[in-house]
């Protein structure tokens, strides 16, 4: 079974301005009957004990090969589903199989091995998480650049390692900037912040967005703060503003929330405890999906 990555939650003060993280959602105990079927594929609500409980498939309980190899998580192997972390490179006999499997790559001579080096594949196959990209049509490893090199914003572009590229600055300088930035790291970059959808460039600084940086109704909703993380906004007295928990009826609560909050006790509040939807991996797919596979086989 695929292990739950619990996140427990501390409530700081009395706030009830609502943030919630969209990969993560409500443990299935703690939801009720209406806010159970909104969670479908990842709980079920069972009648006979009147509570809200996991729903658990696995790989292994998919016994069509047409359902199992629809999910990137399972492949049909010798008979039956697996899952794909249980798989070894030495499984992967043929491209699509390999694919799957983590850290292994299907090779110019067909077979599913760990990396070696980038000429060592075909474009179709060719493995960029690990440094490689397509140039003159055959895949060659990334030729990393100097930043400093370039003199002009025109000129200014290119990757100087894996993990970061050359970025034009505010003093006219080309410099290097990591791919996975925060807003604080863009003090230096202002076209860049103004440009990035979740900061602003103000008195020389970077910094996340607010709702209140929002000035029309129509796009007073919500602000992401990062990848997966958000903030409810509310048009209130003609001007827009952290939405209040306590605003919320119960057919918004689960539903605006991302699954974060909750309906209980006739108010929306916080879950005591959040699941990974990443580390359920199968949770949700295999859950509201597969099932509907099977039904049809």
């Given at each position: 079974?695929?292990?739950?990555?619990?996140?427990?939650?501390?409530?700081?003060?009395?706030?009830?301005?609502?943030?919630?993280?969209?990969?993560?959602?409500?443990?299935?105990?703690?939801?009720?009957?209406?806010?159970?079927?909104?969670?479908?594929?990842?709980?079920?609500?069972?009648?006979?004990?009147?509570?809200?409980?996991?729903?658990?498939?696995?790989?292994?309980?998919?016994?069509?090969?047409?359902?199992?190899?629809?999910?990137?998580?399972?492949?049909?192997?010798?008979?039956?589903?697996?899952?794909?972390?249980?798989?070894?490179?030495?499984?992967?006999?043929?491209?699509?199989?390999?694919?799957?499997?983590?850290?292994?790559?299907?090779?110019?001579?067909?077979?599913?091995?760990?990396?070696?080096?980038?000429?060592?594949?075909?474009?179709?196959?060719?493995?960029?998480?690990?440094?490689?990209?397509?140039?003159?049509?055959?895949?060659?490893?990334?030729?990393?650049?100097?930043?400093?090199?370039?003199?002009?914003?025109?000129?200014?572009?290119?990757?100087?390692?894996?993990?970061?590229?050359?970025?034009?600055?505010?003093?006219?300088?080309?410099?290097?900037?990591?791919?996975?930035?925060?807003?604080?790291?863009?003090?230096?970059?202002?076209?860049?912040?103004?440009?990035?959808?979740?900061?602003?460039?103000?008195?020389?600084?970077?910094?996340?967005?607010?709702?209140?940086?929002?000035?029309?109704?129509?796009?007073?909703?919500?602000?992401?703060?990062?990848?997966?993380?958000?903030?409810?906004?509310?048009?209130?007295?003609?001007?827009?503003?952290?939405?209040?928990?306590?605003?919320?009826?119960?057919?918004?609560?689960?539903?605006?929330?991302?699954?974060?909050?909750?309906?209980?006790?006739?108010?929306?509040?916080?879950?005591?405890?959040?699941?990974?939807?990443?580390?359920?991996?199968n949770s949700y797919i295999l859950g509201a999906v597969a099932l509907l596979f099977i039904l049809l086989e």
């Amino acid at each position: 079974m695929i292990n739950k990555l619990i996140v427990s939650l501390c409530l700081i003060g009395l706030t009830t301005a609502v943030t919630y993280d969209s990969s993560l959602y409500c443990d299935c105990s703690e939801l009720d009957q209406t806010d159970c079927a909104s969670a479908l594929g990842y709980c079920l609500w069972n009648s006979s004990d009147s509570e809200c409980q996991d729903f658990d498939l696995d790989c292994g309980d998919i016994t069509a090969s047409g359902s199992c190899d629809v999910f990137d998580s399972c492949q049909w192997i010798n008979g039956s589903c697996e899952d794909v972390e249980d798989l070894e490179c030495s499984d992967g006999s043929t491209s699509n199989i390999c694919r799957k499997i983590d850290e292994c790559y299907w090779n110019k001579e067909s077979k599913c091995s760990s990396f070696s080096k980038c000429d060592d594949y075909n474009v179709e196959d060719c493995p960029y998480g690990q440094g490689c990209t397509i140039t003159s049509g055959s895949c060659a490893a990334v030729q990393y650049v100097t930043c400093s090199s370039f003199t002009t914003a025109l000129t200014c572009d290119g990757q100087d390692s894996k993990t970061s590229r050359c970025a034009w600055g505010n003093d006219n300088t080309c410099k290097s900037l990591n791919t996975d930035y925060s807003c604080s790291d863009l003090n230096n970059f202002q076209n860049i912040c103004n440009n990035s959808g979740t900061c602003i460039y103000e008195s020389n600084t970077c910094r996340e967005r607010k709702c209140s940086d929002i000035t029309n109704s129509f796009a007073c909703d919500r602000i992401r703060s990062a990848d997966y993380k958000f903030t409810l906004c509310s048009w209130t007295n003609g001007a827009c503003a952290v939405a209040d928990a306590s605003t919320l009826t119960q057919n918004e609560c689960y539903q605006k929330t991302s699954g974060n909050y909750k309906w209980a006790d006739n108010k929306c509040v916080q879950c005591d405890e959040l699941n990974d939807k990443f580390s359920e991996s199968n949770s949700y797919i295999l859950g509201a999906v597969a099932l509907l596979f099977i039904l049809l086989e």
